[in-house]
């Protein structure tokens, strides 16, 4: 107990220190956005001073002819008043000169294009909030063993630690810890569910080819293709959702689309040698915290930037030389951390955000492992077989 009041100082020490160096990142954004403005506005203005200066140039121009033009209309008058022969003689017209009158002034003008701001960019350029490094337990332990649907689905999800999604064998999406069942809108089976940040559910149907999203009970049509089928989907830091699809049940060929809504605003296809990003077929995906895209090919994770560039393949490792590398699903924790479920190995592999190897857990009697989560407080669900079996690994 004697020990609280100073723990608790240093952890409002802490805090304090935390919000003046996002307020200095705050600054320094903030300056370098002046900055661009500044370059900007200078821009304009030179653009102004040379219109100007061109313009007073052209008024000159005009304001010479005219006073030539008075001075004619001057000489024209002495004309007419004249009985000098000889002088009339000599006059010669200068309408042709005047005729012409000086050239429209063409002046160059800029225009601002505003780009559209995403929050997701800006957030990569400011920077991340995470949590101080944790330390692995030794040994990773079962907490809970829940049973589900006999028939339980490949799909699992969840977003805090009070319970978890399933796909049932009725053709329901199920919160396990109330046992709350939403039907899907075709009758027939999701092929994966992902939770918003809204807590509402979306879930793709290999049936009709269909993206929904379900909110208060309520099914909703988000997207309906024709070419391509929806497999796996995941929701991201922004509000977009990522989908993996291919153009046919056996995956010819495979790409990944980001949705905003029901609008697509970017796909994954190819690689930067022409080749499609995935070599041996298309699974489940996440985003990272760090925007990084982690997505299952069948034989490794492959790691793209929120561009689609690749980062970093990972093949697995050697410690089960008998047994290929056969990842079937991916999650990623608080720190930024990838958690690959191996089916061969009935493992999971942890990664950190750069694809270096960290630990496997391997002793949690893994039987037929099919999908893999982790909750707001980093505990691991797996789907296996008829239940879920959740997993706490850090200290």
Known sequence: MSDIPARKAEMIEHSQALKANLKKQDRLLHREIDTIIEKMQSEIDDMDAQNIAAIEKHKGVINSTINEICKVIQDLKKLLNSNDVSFICKYKSRNEKFRKLPPKLAVSSLKFEPHIIHSDKLRELFGFISPSDREFLSVPFIE?????????????????????????????????????????????????????????????????????????????????????????????????????????????????????????????????????????????????RNLDICVVDRRAIVVLNADGKLRFRYSGRSVYKDKQFMPIGITTDSLGRILALDFASKSIHILDQDGNFLRFIDNCSLENPSSICVDSNDNIYVSDVNRVKKIQYYK
Do not use: H
Request: aromatic share 8%; glycine share 8%.
């Open 144 to 288: 809970a063993n829940v049973i589900t649907d006999p028939l339980n689905s490949t799909s699992v999800s969840c977003q805090s630690n009070e319970g978890f999604w399933t796909i049932c064998s009725d053709n329901s999406i199920k919160f396990q810890t109330v046992g709350r069942s939403i039907c899907a809108k075709t009758g027939k089976r999701p092929a994966d569910i992902a939770l918003t940040r809204y807590g509402d559910i979306v879930y793709t149907d290999l049936s009709d080819r269909s993206i929904n999203i379900v909110t208060n009970s309520k099914t909703q049509l988000l997207v309906r293709l024709k070419e391509w089928w929806p497999f796996y989907v995941c929701n991201t830091s922004s509000g977009d959702l990522l989908v993996t699809m291919s153009s046919g049940r056996y995956e010819r060929r495979n790409k990944i689309v980001r949705y905003n809504g029901s609008t697509e605003t970017q796909s994954i296809q190819w690689d930067e040698k022409g080749g499609q990003f995935t070599d041996n077929g298309i699974g489940t995906l996440i985003e990272n």
